[in-house]
């Protein structure tokens, strides 16, 4: 009895300093926030563009670009202000091809619209070295954050969030030049807080790619090979830089995301760093996906990881059938073009149900 009531207590333990390491992470992650937000040079609150967008606080910086919270005194809005300067220290061809790709990103990301897809605004340029594209602002950090927070999501929570995004995806694989996103992983899928918890939109489309025709047998070849974050690639995007690839490499990192929202772990090299999966060739490899025991998932949700994390691409769902899979067949479309009315149903009601 004694022996149970220790094994009891030493869960619990553990199960609290899992919550406080995750609680440490984030506060490392607010130091550096603002270590970076005192050395940003645009931390005085520039106003760009005519005194248009005021930028109050810095949200997060990558390798060449910080992103702010900004309000815009024209349209009287917050939006988000992604401002990218090129290396000052880059040769010229290293600069243009770096501004190039961005214009790219823009002239794909402007002509997106649906609910689930983060709206670009526009593109201003700021001075020779520095350009910026203000988006639709997203108030509730993203999946990435919320993982971190919580370790994982119910089945239920994860319904609704891979359903918002495979209708995204549903919506770029519709166009005529269909879109491949090519970075799906949890931190470009962004929460909005409000009434509707788990409302989602994708975001960061600086990798993405346009198919030339929306025939399902066209694909393109993959010129990115080193991009993106590992865990979520599929492997067809690590062979030959001749191989083509279509919109199923989004499927596969759906397949990843949604694992991870249930386990709380990704399926395929969770515990390694980059360079190890490139090294041991870990997503090369990745041709059985394995369930933990815990905790208890239906049938369903496992059967739609599976046909989203099939080896071949030719055995992988498409994202039509994906939209169709049970999982998500009664979150998809209909949530997301409800109207945010007070008296229509909310996420919240579907994840009562
Ligand atoms: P990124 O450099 O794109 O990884 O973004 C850096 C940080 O800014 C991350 O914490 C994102 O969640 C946040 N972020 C990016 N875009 C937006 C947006 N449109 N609205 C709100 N937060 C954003």
């Not at 553990?14 to 270590?35: N, S, T």
């Not at 997060?60 to 939006?79: C, H, I, M, N």
């Not at 091809?97 to 997106?112: C, G, N, Q």
């Not at 492997?235 to 191989?243: A, M, Y």
Request: net charge neutral; proline share 3%.
């Amino acid at each position: 009895m004694k022996f149970y009531v220790l094994e009891r207590e030493d869960a619990e333990i553990a199960a609290e300093r899992e919550k406080l390491e995750r609680e440490r992470q984030l506060h490392i992650r607010e130091i550096k926030r603002v270590q970076h937000e005192d050395d940003s040079i645009f931390n005085k609150h520039t106003i760009q563009k005519n005194d248009r967008y005021v930028l109050l606080t810095l949200l997060g910086k990558g390798g060449f670009s910080e992103v702010w919270r900004a309000y815009d005194l024209d349209s009287y809005r917050t939006v988000a202000c992604k401002i990218h300067r090129v290396n000052k220290q880059w040769g010229d061809h290293k600069k243009a091809s770096y501004v190039k790709h961005a214009i790219r990103e823009k002239d794909i990301h402007k002509t997106l619209e649906h609910p689930n897809i983060v709206k670009m605004y526009e593109l201003l340029t700021i001075d020779q070295d520095t350009f910026c594209t203000v988006l639709e602002y997203c108030d509730g950090n993203d999946l990435d954050h919320y993982l971190k927070q919580h370790g994982c999501l119910t089945e239920k929570e994860t319904r609704l969030v891979i359903g918002q995004v495979v209708d995204a995806l549903r919506y770029l694989g519709e166009r005529q030049s269909p879109v491949i996103h090519y970075d799906l992983k949890p931190a470009n899928i962004l929460l909005q807080s409000g009434c509707r918890k788990f409302e989602v939109k994708i975001t960061d489309f600086g990798l993405s790619k346009q198919m030339e025709t929306s025939d399902d047998c066209d694909s393109i070849e993959l010129t990115s090979q080193g991009a993106g974050t590992y865990w979520y690639l599929p492997p067809e995007t690590f062979k030959d830089i001749s191989v083509k690839i279509s919109t199923k490499v989004d499927v596969w990192s759906v397949g990843v995301i949604c694992y991870q929202c249930i386990y709380g772990k990704r399926p395929f090299g969770h515990d390694q760093t980059q360079q190890r999966i490139l090294n041991e060739g870990t997503i090369l490899k990745a041709t059985v996906v394995n369930f933990p025991p815990k905790p208890t998932v239906s049938q369903i949700a496992q059967d739609f990881i599976r046909k989203c994390l099939q080896y071949e691409p030719s055995n992988r769902a498409d994202v039509l059938e994906l939209s169709r899979h049970d999982f998500i067949k009664s979150v998809s479309r209909r949530i997301v073009q409800q109207p945010a009315s007070p008296s229509s149903r909310t996420m919240r009601d579907d994840l009562d149900h």
